[in-house]
Nanobody
Framework: QVQLVESGGGLVQAGGSLRLSCAAS????????MGWYRQTPGKQRELVAH???????NYADSVKGRFTISRDNAKNTVYLQMNSLKPEDTAVYYC??????????????WGQGTQVTVSS
């Protein structure tokens, strides 16, 4: 089994910054793609940023130029640096990862979520 534990959420004023972290632990052979999603009440969970095992990234249009996703493969950790935060970035942020527990078995996992609130 694999656990994803997020940290770094909180309350920040508009224009401020936060850095989210997500550490994977458990039965890990390798980690493929990792990503950050967010969700607000009454809306579907949406992709914020995604990073492959090779480091290729893609972002939602709404966060391009403000957010940066990165990963430390040695620590099985993915980060989301969020700058120039806006009130519309307020959401619960979830970490997601495709984790191989063996060379032939891959499963998708979610973290428990961390609240990010941006005040105007």
């Amino acid at each position: 089994q694999v656990q994803l534990v997020e940290s770094g959420g909180g309350l920040v004023q508009a224009g401020g910054s936060l850095r989210l972290s997500c550490a994977a632990s458990g039965s890990i052979f390798s980690i493929n793609a990792m990503g950050w999603y967010r969700q607000t009440p009454g809306k579907q969970r949406e992709l914020v940023a995604h990073i492959t095992s090779g480091g290729s990234t893609n972002y939602a249009d709404s966060v391009k130029g403000r957010f940066t996703i990165s990963r430390d493969n040695a620590k099985n950790t993915v980060y989301l640096q969020m700058n120039s935060l806006k009130p519309e970035d307020t959401a619960v942020y979830y970490c997601n990862a495709d984790v191989a527990s063996t060379w032939y078995r891959t499963s998708n996992y979610w973290g428990q979520g961390t609240q990010v609130t941006v005040s105007s």
